[in-house]
């Protein structure tokens, strides 16, 4: 088929190996629910006992880690609103589904709700080196990631915030809300939050962080040289192997400054941010690059663009931008969803 002439195609540019596999995408066909009672009451019998088991999954970890305490609405201070929140429901491209109850960060109140706030992401630049390392070094790499991570997080002490009781939770109701006492996705300081803990914990573990990318730590000891590479949650961990073991398992124990981690650990790097990674069979070269975004885009959009003109300039020349009067040319919901959704 077509698909697989293009990859065999981008094999041959690229010239590091016999077989171009990418992952499977068969789950780009389900629909994901848009609310609770999608996902709660989902039609098919499987995918309703897969999002049921992920809700209850997600409030038990709240409870497990005192996220909130629910209190009267009353006893909230006169003048607070409550944050509101939804249900973000997932499907991986490997096939995982994902429940988040997640707060509405917008619906928060600077100054208030929170102060400072960033979000701790790795720079790309950063992360080809650490590939480039992995290759030159024949280095071992593992990407490890940290269960709830942002339930983690704790909330600075002079600031309160409260939340409207979420859909399937027990014994809320409209007098009730939740009074935060962690972080939850979400919030706008929860990435923030949660990179400062992990940050005292990576120092705990003998871990230097670097002052051109504040995102990437580095290890040296008679283990060996290692590398961990933090994408908010996300940990690149590149080096020794037997430097990569320990610190898997140092995550995994309480330290002087920072609680244990729960953490998935996955050898195969192949996805990570969601880019495929492909090495060459003698793993001297890799492959980098997003070719189900594009599937994605043609799915979408394909039909769209079909025949149209193509311009060499970003502009389409003598078009100009004038503001609206009235109610001319106004574009639909469906459009302006649809637009969205392609910029």
Not at 1 to 14: H, I, L
Not at 33 to 56: M, S
Not at 88 to 109: E, H, N, P, T
Not at 133 to 139: E, K, L, P, V
């Amino acid at each position: 088929n077509q698909t697989g002439r293009e990859e065999q195609a981008n094999a041959a540019v690229f010239g590091l190996f016999d077989e171009f596999v990418f992952l499977s995408t068969e789950t780009a066909d389900l629909i994901e629910p848009r609310n609770f009672r999608e996902a709660w009451d989902h039609p098919d019998p499987t995918q309703r006992e897969k999002w049921r088991g992920l809700i209850q999954k997600e409030f038990k970890d709240m409870m497990k880690r005192d996220v909130w305490k629910m209190i009267d609405r009353n006893k909230k201070p006169e003048g607070r609103r409550c944050v509101k929140h939804k249900w973000v429901y997932k499907i991986k491209r490997d096939g995982r589904f994902r429940a988040r109850l997640v707060a509405c960060g917008y619906s928060q109140v600077p100054g208030v709700d929170f102060t400072d706030n960033y979000s701790p992401v790795i720079n790309d630049v950063t992360y080809r080196l650490l590939l480039v390392a992995q290759i030159m070094f024949q280095w071992k790499a593992r990407i490890v990631d940290v269960e709830t991570a942002f339930l983690h997080g704790e909330l600075e002490d002079d600031v309160d915030v409260y939340m409207d009781c979420p859909e399937g939770l027990e014994d809320g109701g409209p007098d009730k809300c939740l009074k935060l006492q962690k972080t939850i996705y979400g919030l706008v300081q929860s990435a923030r939050q949660f990179f400062l803990k992990l940050g005292r914990k990576l120092k705990d573990l003998g871990f230097e962080q670097n002052k051109a990318d504040p995102c990437l730590f580095k290890r040296k000891n008679e283990l060996g040289v290692v590398f961990v590479g933090v994408y908010v949650d996300d940990c690149y961990v590149v080096g020794n192997k037997a430097a990569v073991e320990d610190v898997t398992t140092g995550l995994q124990r309480k330290t002087r400054c920072a609680e244990a981690f729960s953490v998935t650990v996955t050898d195969d790097t192949s996805d990570y941010l969601s880019c495929d990674v492909v090495f060459s069979k003698d793993g001297k070269r890799a492959w980098l690059g997003q070719p189900h975004l594009i599937k994605n885009l043609r799915k979408h959009f394909g039909e769209d663009v079909k025949g149209l003109q193509r311009y060499a300039t970003p502009g389409t020349p003598n078009v100009t931008m004038r503001l609206m009067e009235g109610d001319e040319h106004t574009v639909g919901k469906e459009d302006h969803s649809k637009y969205r959704t392609g910029v």
